[in-house]
Nanobody
């Protein structure tokens, strides 16, 4: 079992950047596919990005079309932490961002993820 704690959210102006961190405990995060999801008020939780476990070519990455080219997911195995670097932020990126982990091969459905953090708020002002 793994426990996940997110940090790094905050208020930023449009065009700015933030880096979210997801620190794991209990097990090595490199043994899971780890993803970021987000949920805005009144909307469903949506997939943002994922990185597969280390056994798959060191970790393949996957992105939602809406963030491709702006966001980058990465992992530091020594720190047992997954990051989401968010650049060129837009007001529509405003949401509560969650880190999640799964042993399932399905990377994009939130139903496939067994372990979740508490979330960190990202607010982008126009």
């Amino acid at each position: 079992q793994v426990q996940l704690v997110e940090s790094g959210g905050g208020l930023v102006q449009a065009g700015g950047s933030l880096r979210l961190s997801c620190t794991a405990s209990g097990r090595a995060v490199s043994t899971y596919t780890t993803a970021w999801f987000r949920q805005a008020p009144g909307k469903e939780r949506e997939f943002v990005a994922a990185i597969s476990w280390s056994g798959v070519s060191g970790g393949n990455t996957y992105y939602a079309d809406s963030v491709k080219g702006r966001f980058t997911i990465s992992r530091d195995n020594a720190k047992n932490t997954v990051y989401l670097q968010m650049n060129s932020l837009k007001p529509e990126d405003t949401a509560l961002y969650y880190c999640a982990a799964t042993s399932s091969p399905d990377t994009r459905s939130h139903y496939a993820y067994d372990y979740w953090g508490q979330g960190t708020q990202v607010t982008v002002s126009s």
